[in-house]
């Protein structure tokens, strides 16, 4: 193998060599012309920091609280489908990571391992992505699952209603497996003549017609808080606060929806103004650097996911690869804590 990566890009390309075609281009792409794509990173690197001097950072505490429970830092693992394809432990092997760096991660509703199996992999903090479909008995059978092997909250994805177009899985013809979750409720090996199955999946089986007045269902069947997730607008946030959310993920879907939504960097502020602080905005969509966690936690996030580099980290080395790229991360950002000034996630008194 060429040299130990440096920083977290550098898993892409071990993911590349590891993957067939097929699933790296699954895993990299975006939506369309991928503008969105190229933004979500490029916007973060517009952000320039600025640094006090002359701070006390001999001791740095990055932990912090997301509904009430404590990790080591501010950097949770976002949902993303199908861990399988990058390595035959899948989701148990990130759930495993997750465990040992002390964080979250939110597991897909299209994962490859079962709730079960991610839940007794390892006994760590866990939330659970839902999509809800057409058939609502079906999510909620899966809600309750969820419920029963100790998830301790749903995100519902609100960005999906159908998917969006990612070319290269178009091309490629992109099968995706029977996903477990779902084994005896539906088959999700869909037969398709031209393109992504996953496009003619999701046709199948999401619910399009999905509305606000649906979260007062998904509340009516769980008692388990209920973060939504693919809000880019200040009115679309005053809205699921209005209806009790318990908090909020600003999310383009890293780009894989609607490509030419603003890179979500470059919207947090708005969200987190209009949420006033009633609920809490976590963050995701091109982070690559302890400095992109400095940058949106000083923007008002309580933490950010990380989506693509996790995955690029399980399929260079399984478990460990994982770990390492949520280690990268912490390292990265507990030494802009420090070369900033910033010893602590809260604003010190007098440090203004
Ligand atoms: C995703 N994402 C996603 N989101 C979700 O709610 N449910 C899902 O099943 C998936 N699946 C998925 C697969 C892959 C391969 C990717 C790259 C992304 C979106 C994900 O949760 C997150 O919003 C983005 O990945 C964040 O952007 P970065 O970190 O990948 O730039």
Same mark, same amino acid.
């Given at each position: ?10 898993? &892409? ?20 012309? &991928? ?105 909620? &059978? ?27 899985? @178009? ?17 999700? +090996? ?5 393109? %992504? ?53 600003? %999310? ?17 502020? +708005? !969200? !987190? ?28 996030? &309580? ?22 790229? @949520? +280690? ?25």
């Amino acid at each position: 193998m060429a040299s130990e990566p440096v920083n977290v890009n550098e898993f &892409q390309e071990l993911a590349r060599q590891a993957l067939p075609k097929m699933y790296y281009d699954f895993y990299t792409g975006g939506a369309e012309d &991928q503008h969105t794509l190229k933004e979500n990173v490029a916007a973060f690197r517009r952000i320039m920091l600025r640094p006090r001097v002359l701070v006390d950072v001999s001791r740095i505490d990055m932990s912090t609280t997301i509904l009430g429970y404590k990790i080591s830092a501010p950097i949770m693992i976002a949902p993303t489908a199908m861990h399988q394809l990058a390595h035959p432990e899948g989701e148990v092997a990130t759930a495993r990571a997750a465990a040992a760096c002390n964080t979250i991660m939110i597991l897909s509703n299209m994962s490859t391992c079962t709730v079960e199996e991610v839940a007794s992999s390892c006994n760590a903090v866990r939330f659970f992505q839902l999509y809800i479909l057409k058939r609502r008995d079906i999510s909620a &059978q899966i809600v309750h699952r969820v419920e029963k092997n100790g998830y301790k909250a749903i995100v519902l994805t609100v960005d999906t209603p159908r998917l969006g177009r990612r070319e290269a899985d @178009i091309k490629n013809r992109m099968v995706a497996p029977q996903l477990r979750n779902f084994e005896g409720l539906l088959s999700t +090996e869909v037969d398709t003549d031209e393109g %992504s199955n996953l496009e003619a999946l999701a046709e199948g089986i999401f619910d399009t017609s999905l509305s606000w007045e649906d979260i007062g269902w998904l509340k009516s069947i769980t008692n388990l808080p209920i973060l939504i997730k693919g809000v880019l607008t200040q009115e679309n946030a005053r809205k699921a606060v209005e209806v009790g959310v318990a908090g909020i993920v600003v %999310s383009n879907h890293g780009a894989r929806q609607l490509d030419y939504t603003p890179a979500t960097i470059s919207v947090l502020e +708005e !969200v !987190v103004h209009a949420v006033g602080g009633r609920v809490p905005v976590l963050f995701d969509g091109g982070v690559r650097r302890g400095t992109d966690v400095f940058k949106a936690l000083a923007l008002g996030a &309580q933490a950010v996911l990380v989506g693509r580099p996790v995955v690029y980290g399980l399929a260079a080395n399984g478990e460990r690869g994982v770990r390492r790229v @949520i +280690e990268m991360l912490k390292d990265e950002f507990e030494l802009t804590m420090a070369l900033s000034g910033c010893p602590v996630l809260r604003i010190l008194p007098g440090a203004m």
